[in-house]
Protein backbone atom coordinates (compact mmCIF):
# COMPACT_ATOMS: atom_id res chain seq x y z
CA UNK A 1 0.00 0.00 0.00
CA UNK A 2 0.92 3.28 -0.81
CA UNK A 3 1.73 5.17 2.30
CA UNK A 4 1.05 9.18 3.44
CA UNK A 5 3.24 11.01 6.15
CA UNK A 6 1.92 14.50 6.97
CA UNK A 7 3.61 16.86 8.48
CA UNK A 8 3.21 18.56 10.72
CA UNK A 9 0.57 16.61 12.83
CA UNK A 10 -0.61 19.96 14.69
CA UNK A 11 0.36 23.32 13.52
CA UNK A 12 -0.49 26.05 16.04
CA UNK A 13 -0.91 29.83 13.85
CA UNK A 14 -3.03 32.91 13.92
CA UNK A 15 -5.41 34.21 11.72
CA UNK A 16 -3.64 35.75 8.87
CA UNK A 17 -1.23 33.74 8.83
CA UNK A 18 0.57 31.66 5.84
CA UNK A 19 0.30 28.29 6.80
CA UNK A 20 2.13 25.37 4.60
CA UNK A 21 1.13 21.90 4.98
CA UNK A 22 3.12 18.58 3.66
CA UNK A 23 2.23 15.45 2.22
CA UNK A 24 4.61 12.61 1.39
CA UNK A 25 4.31 9.67 -0.78
CA UNK A 26 6.35 6.32 -0.40
CA UNK A 27 6.31 6.11 -3.71
CA UNK A 28 5.56 7.88 -7.46
CA UNK A 29 1.76 9.29 -7.48
CA UNK A 30 2.35 11.36 -10.28
CA UNK A 31 -0.27 14.25 -9.42
CA UNK A 32 -3.36 11.49 -8.21
CA UNK A 33 -3.69 13.76 -4.82
CA UNK A 34 -6.70 15.15 -3.31
CA UNK A 35 -6.69 17.40 -0.23
CA UNK A 36 -10.16 17.36 2.21
CA UNK A 37 -10.88 19.57 5.45
CA UNK A 38 -12.83 18.27 8.23
CA UNK A 39 -14.30 20.13 10.99
CA UNK A 40 -15.35 18.46 13.95
CA UNK A 41 -18.45 15.91 14.02
CA UNK A 42 -18.55 16.63 10.25
CA UNK A 43 -17.80 14.88 6.45
CA UNK A 44 -14.50 15.65 4.99
CA UNK A 45 -14.79 18.68 2.63
CA UNK A 46 -13.00 18.54 -1.11
CA UNK A 47 -10.46 20.75 -1.09
CA UNK A 48 -8.23 20.17 -3.94
CA UNK A 49 -7.95 17.87 -6.66
CA UNK A 50 -5.48 16.80 -9.19
CA UNK A 51 -2.94 17.90 -6.19
CA UNK A 52 -3.52 21.67 -7.32
CA UNK A 53 -7.33 21.97 -8.85
CA UNK A 54 -9.17 23.76 -6.70
CA UNK A 55 -12.39 22.42 -6.31
CA UNK A 56 -15.55 24.69 -6.95
CA UNK A 57 -16.72 26.91 -4.04
CA UNK A 58 -13.42 27.02 -2.41
CA UNK A 59 -12.17 30.15 -1.46
CA UNK A 60 -8.85 30.95 -3.56
CA UNK A 61 -6.55 31.45 -0.36
CA UNK A 62 -6.17 27.73 -0.57
CA UNK A 63 -3.46 26.39 -3.07
CA UNK A 64 -1.82 23.04 -3.55
CA UNK A 65 1.40 21.91 -5.40
CA UNK A 66 3.45 19.19 -6.10
CA UNK A 67 3.94 15.92 -7.81
CA UNK A 68 5.61 12.63 -7.79
CA UNK A 69 5.95 12.55 -3.83
CA UNK A 70 6.35 15.54 -2.82
CA UNK A 71 3.08 17.62 -2.11
CA UNK A 72 1.84 20.89 -0.06
CA UNK A 73 -2.02 22.03 0.67
CA UNK A 74 -1.12 26.49 1.86
CA UNK A 75 -3.09 28.60 3.26
CA UNK A 76 -2.47 31.86 1.88
CA UNK A 77 -4.48 33.99 4.98
CA UNK A 78 -5.38 32.15 8.09
CA UNK A 79 -9.35 32.32 8.77
CA UNK A 80 -11.26 31.78 11.81
CA UNK A 81 -13.13 29.53 10.10
CA UNK A 82 -10.36 27.32 9.18
CA UNK A 83 -9.41 26.14 11.94
CA UNK A 84 -9.93 22.01 11.18
CA UNK A 85 -7.95 18.82 10.05
CA UNK A 86 -6.45 18.45 6.96
CA UNK A 87 -5.87 15.07 5.03
CA UNK A 88 -4.50 14.16 2.08
CA UNK A 89 -5.63 10.92 -0.31
CA UNK A 90 -3.93 9.48 -3.00
CA UNK A 91 -5.95 8.59 -5.87
CA UNK A 92 -3.35 6.93 -8.12
CA UNK A 93 -3.27 3.26 -6.48
CA UNK A 94 -5.74 0.69 -4.65
CA UNK A 95 -6.41 1.43 -1.80
CA UNK A 96 -6.49 5.34 -2.05
CA UNK A 97 -5.00 5.85 1.18
CA UNK A 98 -5.01 8.88 3.55
CA UNK A 99 -2.75 10.99 5.27
CA UNK A 100 -2.56 10.62 8.71
CA UNK A 101 -4.07 14.58 9.01
CA UNK A 102 -2.58 17.69 10.20
CA UNK A 103 -4.67 19.43 12.85
CA UNK A 104 -4.77 23.37 12.34
CA UNK A 105 -5.34 25.09 16.43
CA UNK A 106 -5.59 28.79 17.36
CA UNK A 107 -2.02 30.26 18.75
CA UNK B 1 -28.18 20.40 -5.47
CA UNK B 2 -26.01 17.10 -5.03
CA UNK B 3 -26.86 15.26 -1.78
CA UNK B 4 -26.39 12.53 0.27
CA UNK B 5 -28.47 11.09 2.58
CA UNK B 6 -27.51 8.59 4.80
CA UNK B 7 -29.28 6.04 7.31
CA UNK B 8 -29.35 6.25 11.20
CA UNK B 9 -27.11 5.17 14.39
CA UNK B 10 -27.01 1.50 14.59
CA UNK B 11 -26.03 -0.57 17.98
CA UNK B 12 -24.72 -3.97 17.19
CA UNK B 13 -23.21 -6.44 19.05
CA UNK B 14 -20.01 -8.48 17.65
CA UNK B 15 -20.12 -11.23 15.28
CA UNK B 16 -23.37 -8.97 13.71
CA UNK B 17 -24.00 -7.82 10.52
CA UNK B 18 -24.78 -4.30 9.50
CA UNK B 19 -26.16 -2.48 6.54
CA UNK B 20 -25.55 1.11 5.83
CA UNK B 21 -28.04 3.11 2.96
CA UNK B 22 -26.73 6.26 1.14
CA UNK B 23 -29.43 7.69 -0.76
CA UNK B 24 -28.37 10.30 -3.25
CA UNK B 25 -30.44 13.40 -4.86
CA UNK B 26 -29.17 15.67 -7.85
CA UNK B 27 -27.18 13.85 -9.83
CA UNK B 28 -27.95 11.00 -12.38
CA UNK B 29 -27.00 8.27 -9.90
CA UNK B 30 -25.39 6.12 -12.93
CA UNK B 31 -22.57 8.38 -14.05
CA UNK B 32 -20.66 8.60 -10.53
CA UNK B 33 -19.02 6.18 -8.32
CA UNK B 34 -19.69 5.99 -4.83
CA UNK B 35 -17.21 5.76 -2.19
CA UNK B 36 -17.32 3.94 1.20
CA UNK B 37 -14.73 6.05 3.89
CA UNK B 38 -14.83 4.94 7.74
CA UNK B 39 -13.56 7.12 10.60
CA UNK B 40 -12.76 5.40 14.55
CA UNK B 41 -13.58 7.46 17.24
CA UNK B 42 -10.94 10.24 17.56
CA UNK B 43 -8.86 8.51 14.39
CA UNK B 44 -8.20 9.57 10.97
CA UNK B 45 -9.77 8.57 7.74
CA UNK B 46 -9.69 5.09 6.16
CA UNK B 47 -10.96 4.21 2.72
CA UNK B 48 -13.04 1.07 2.64
CA UNK B 49 -13.98 0.81 -1.67
CA UNK B 50 -15.95 1.86 -4.12
CA UNK B 51 -18.44 1.03 -6.63
CA UNK B 52 -19.59 1.72 -10.03
CA UNK B 53 -23.82 2.03 -9.92
CA UNK B 54 -23.23 1.80 -13.78
CA UNK B 55 -22.12 -1.58 -13.87
CA UNK B 56 -21.81 -3.09 -10.34
CA UNK B 57 -18.14 -3.62 -10.00
CA UNK B 58 -16.71 -2.87 -6.78
CA UNK B 59 -13.22 -2.83 -5.32
CA UNK B 60 -12.81 -3.10 -1.56
CA UNK B 61 -9.73 -2.27 0.83
CA UNK B 62 -7.79 -6.04 1.35
CA UNK B 63 -8.39 -5.25 5.48
CA UNK B 64 -11.92 -5.98 4.43
CA UNK B 65 -12.36 -8.15 1.88
CA UNK B 66 -14.99 -11.34 2.51
CA UNK B 67 -16.67 -9.19 5.47
CA UNK B 68 -17.43 -5.97 3.05
CA UNK B 69 -20.02 -6.06 0.59
CA UNK B 70 -21.03 -2.85 -1.20
CA UNK B 71 -24.33 -2.35 -3.63
CA UNK B 72 -26.69 -0.44 -5.59
CA UNK B 73 -30.00 0.28 -6.23
CA UNK B 74 -30.55 2.35 -9.38
CA UNK B 75 -34.60 2.32 -9.09
CA UNK B 76 -33.96 4.45 -5.96
CA UNK B 77 -30.69 5.71 -6.38
CA UNK B 78 -29.34 4.46 -3.04
CA UNK B 79 -26.39 2.98 -2.40
CA UNK B 80 -25.53 0.26 0.47
CA UNK B 81 -22.70 -0.89 2.25
CA UNK B 82 -22.84 -4.17 4.73
CA UNK B 83 -20.10 -5.09 6.70
CA UNK B 84 -20.29 -8.29 8.84
CA UNK B 85 -18.63 -10.41 11.27
CA UNK B 86 -18.34 -7.18 13.45
CA UNK B 87 -15.90 -6.68 15.54
CA UNK B 88 -15.49 -3.75 18.11
CA UNK B 89 -12.68 -2.22 16.11
CA UNK B 90 -15.09 -1.63 13.55
CA UNK B 91 -17.09 0.92 15.58
CA UNK B 92 -16.93 4.07 13.34
CA UNK B 93 -18.06 6.79 11.41
CA UNK B 94 -19.17 5.42 8.25
CA UNK B 95 -19.54 7.90 4.98
CA UNK B 96 -20.52 7.24 1.69
CA UNK B 97 -18.93 9.74 -0.92
CA UNK B 98 -19.91 10.84 -4.66
CA UNK B 99 -16.73 9.72 -6.68
CA UNK B 100 -16.25 11.96 -9.37
CA UNK B 101 -13.15 10.81 -12.49
CA UNK B 102 -10.02 11.06 -10.34
CA UNK B 103 -11.58 9.14 -7.63
CA UNK B 104 -11.77 11.64 -4.89
CA UNK B 105 -14.50 12.49 -3.08
CA UNK B 106 -16.55 15.42 -4.02
CA UNK B 107 -20.03 15.31 -2.35
CA UNK B 108 -20.79 13.29 1.06
CA UNK B 109 -23.40 12.10 3.14
CA UNK B 110 -23.12 13.29 6.90
CA UNK B 111 -21.93 9.90 8.25
CA UNK B 112 -23.39 7.00 10.32
CA UNK B 113 -22.67 5.97 13.63
CA UNK B 114 -21.85 2.01 14.16
CA UNK B 115 -21.49 1.30 17.42
CA UNK B 116 -20.06 -2.67 18.14
CA UNK B 117 -20.32 -3.79 22.05
CA UNK B 118 -21.53 -6.43 23.26
Known amino acids: DIQLTQSPSVLSAFVGDRVTITCRASQDIGSFLAWYQQKPGKAPNLLIYAASILQSGVPSRFSGRGSGTEFTLTIASLQPEDFATYYCQQLNRYPLTFGGGTKVEIK | QVLLVQSGPELKKPGASVKVSCKTF????????LSWVRQAPGQGLEWMGW????????NYTQSLQGRVTMTTDTSTSTAYMELRSLRSDDTAVYYCARRPPDGSGDYWGQGTLVTVSS
Open chain 2, 51 to 58: ISPFNGNA
Open chain 2, 26 to 33: GYTFSTYG
